[in-house]
T-cell receptor, first 112, second 112 residues
Framework: KQEVTQIPAALSVPEGENLVLNCSFT??????LQWFRQDPGKGLTSLLL???SQREQTSGRLNASLDKSSGRSTLYIAASQPGDSATYLC???????????WGAGTKLIIKP | SQTIHQWPATLVQPVGSPLSLECTVE??????LYWYRQAAGRGLQLLFY??????ISSEVPQNLSASRPQDRQFILSSKKLLLSDSGFYLC???????????FGQGTRLTVV
């Protein structure tokens, strides 16, 4: 059974720092992994999608990596800004079914 | 471009009352549609998904049902709400089961 874990559950850093959010999954048989951002009381915004054949994806100050063999993905945020404060969720789509399997998220606070 | 609309944004309903949440997608045809529930501090739980009109798959047996009367319309319903139905409900779509998923802004349901 696929399980997704995100560590840490919460993170607070000063503005301007580079930071890494972690996501681990137990079964490497996945189609893809997706990172989302969720602002309080809002829906999810897709940030990056990494297919199983890819190692990383970049969008602006965000870079997501995927190491399928070790069951890990990281989301790197460069030069963090207060507007980056949100909860970041990762989800994997296993090859065994149609569901996205979700981590519980990392709540990120960027202090001005 | 594709957009997804979900309403209402918030809803307070008494126990035993009916429920109808609506989700529509624009700018694409024959999308895969999903209803998720998000409990506080926990990952998202897939409730229903649909690959076409009238085709609904339920992931979790419960007090809720879903319908897809039109290609780009997905409705979440209940005949009699329970207190445990309170939560944040999210609608999502994707072009296929293993492609990027896009989410609506969510509905905060409080059953009192």
């Amino acid at each position: 059974k696929q399980e997704v874990t995100q560590i840490p559950a919460a993170l607070s850093v000063p503005e301007g720092e580079n930071l890494v959010l972690n996501c681990s999954f137990t079964d490497s048989a996945i189609y893809n992994l997706q990172w989302f951002r969720q602002d309080p009381g809002k829906g999810l915004t897709s940030l990056l999608l990494i297919q199983s054949s890819q190692r990383e994806q970049t969008s602006g100050r965000l870079n997501a990596s995927l190491d399928k063999s070790s069951g890990r993905s990281t989301l790197y945020i460069a030069a963090s800004q207060p507007g980056d404060s949100a909860t970041y969720l990762c989800a994997v789509r296993p090859r065994s079914n149609y569901q996205l399997i979700w981590g519980a998220g990392t709540k990120l606070i960027i202090k001005p | 471009s594709q957009t997804i609309h979900q309403w209402p944004a918030t809803l307070v309903q008494p126990v035993g009352s009916p429920l109808s949440l609506e989700c529509t997608v624009e700018g694409t045809s024959n999308p895969n549609l999903y209803w998720y529930r998000q409990a506080a501090g926990r990952g998202l739980q897939l409730l229903f998904y649909s690959v076409g009109i009238g085709q609904i798959s339920s992931e979790v047996p419960q007090n809720l049902s879903a319908s897809r009367p039109q290609d780009r319309q997905f409705i979440l319903s209940s005949k009699k709400l329970l207190l445990s139905d309170s939560g944040f409900y999210l609608c999502a779509w994707s072009t296929a089961m293993n492609t990027e998923a896009f989410f609506g802004q969510g509905t905060r349901l409080t059953v009192v």
